[in-house]
C-alpha cells in the first residue's frame, strides 16, 4: 500500500471514531501523521489529544504518553 493509501485510511477509520471525542484515537492519528512526517497534522492530534483529556479529566501525569507527546511538539 502506497503513503497517500494509508493516510487516506487512517483518515477515514478517524472520522468514524470522531463522534466519540478520544483522547487516544486523536494521539494515535498524531503518532500517524508523525511517523509519516506530516508535522503540522501530528500536532494538531496531540494537541487536541491533551485539550480532550484534560477536558475528561484523564491522567495528566509525568509519564503520560498523551502528555510526553503534546509538550515535544509544543
Do not use: C, P, W
Request: no cysteine; glycine share 6%; net charge neutral.
Amino acid at each position: 500500500m502506497n503513503k497517500n493509501g494509508s493516510v487516506k485510511d487512517a483518515e477515514t477509520i478517524f472520522q468514524r471514531l470522531a463522534t466519540i471525542n478520544s483522547a487516544d484515537a486523536n494521539h494515535l492519528m498524531g503518532i500517524f501523521y508523525h511517523k509519516n512526517n506530516m508535522n503540522d497534522k501530528a500536532f494538531e492530534y496531540f494537541e487536541n489529544a491533551f485539550q480532550l483529556l484534560k477536558d475528561q479529566k484523564g491522567y495528566i501525569g509525568k509519564d503520560s504518553e498523551i502528555f510526553l507527546n503534546f509538550i515535544r511538539f509544543f
